[in-house]
T-cell receptor, first 111, second 113 residues
Framework: TQLLEQSPQFLSIQEGENLTVYCNSSSVFSSLQWYRQEPGEGPVLLVTVVTGGEVKKLKRLTFQFGDARKDSSLHITAAQPGDTGLYLCAGPRPGTYKYIFGTGTRLKVLA | NAGVTQTPKFRVLKTGQSMTLLCAQDMNHEYMYWYRQDPGMGLRLIHYSVGEGTTAKGEVPDGYNVSRLKKQNFLLGLESAAPSQTSVYFC????????????FGPGTRLTVL
């Protein structure tokens, strides 16, 4: 059973479109992180959210942590080809400091 | 400041062969990790270390061994490779437990025939 479910698995959109990807769990997380992984590279941290309801913005990316701290979303405005990659959410397994990763959303932005 | 480096970048093994993957970090991080990444499975933790001289099992430790003789290095060994170990292996480091970032290396693509 995957503790962190991400959806959609794959997303292919045109440049300039908006999109939202989701990270869901039935468990409460003390914090969640979002990473982006480009082909042939390791994941790179984008943001950490720690408070229920928290919203963080990183240029055209908006991250939200659910009020109940069981889910998070990533919204990209006016997507660009440079946003292409695998987006992973991660969080500490409840009650531990051991992080688990979701299976990811693979995004392709077409020029 | 190179961050986290991994060697080799690619490797092909035959079933039963052994090899060691090397991870090095220059950020003076206490925590180091080995993950494998497989399609549809996400990143799964193999082994980790919370400091020099310590190691612990992760989710999928069978068939792998690790050592952390120096703080900056974390080695992953495969004693007798199997086709099921074909994967991309990532090393990561972290300054401390908590909400800090994982810093990942560029990965090693291993194929076991």
């Amino acid at each position: 059973t995957q503790l962190l479910e991400q959806s959609p698995q794959f997303l292919s959109i045109q440049e300039g479109e908006n999109l939202t990807v989701y990270c869901n769990s039935s468990s409460v997380f003390s914090s969640l992180q979002w990473y982006r992984q480009e082909p042939g590279e390791g994941p790179v941290l984008l943001v950490t959210v720690v408070t229920g309801g928290e919203v963080k913005k990183l240029k055209r990316l908006t991250f939200q942590f659910g009020d109940a701290r069981k889910d998070s979303s990533l919204h990209i405005t006016a997507a660009q080809p440079g946003d292409t990659g695998l987006y992973l959410c991660a969080g500490p397994r409840p009650g531990t400091y051991k992080y688990i990763f979701g299976t990811g959303t693979r995004l392709k932005v077409l020029a | 400041n190179a961050g986290v480096t991994q060697t080799p970048k690619f490797r092909v093994l035959k079933t039963g062969q052994s090899m060691t993957l090397l991870c090095a970090q220059d950020m003076n991080h206490e925590y180091m990790y080995w993950y494998r990444q497989d399609p549809g499975m996400g990143l799964r933790l193999i082994h980790y270390s919370v400091g020099e001289g310590t190691t612990a099992k992760g989710e999928v430790p069978d068939g792998y061994n690790v050592s952390r003789l120096k703080k900056q290095n974390f080695l992953l060994g495969l004693e007798s490779a199997a086709p099921s170990q074909t994967s991309v292996y990532f090393c990561a480091s972290k300054k401390e437990a908590g909400t800090g970032a994982y810093f990942f290396g560029p990965g090693t693509r291993l194929t076991v025939l």
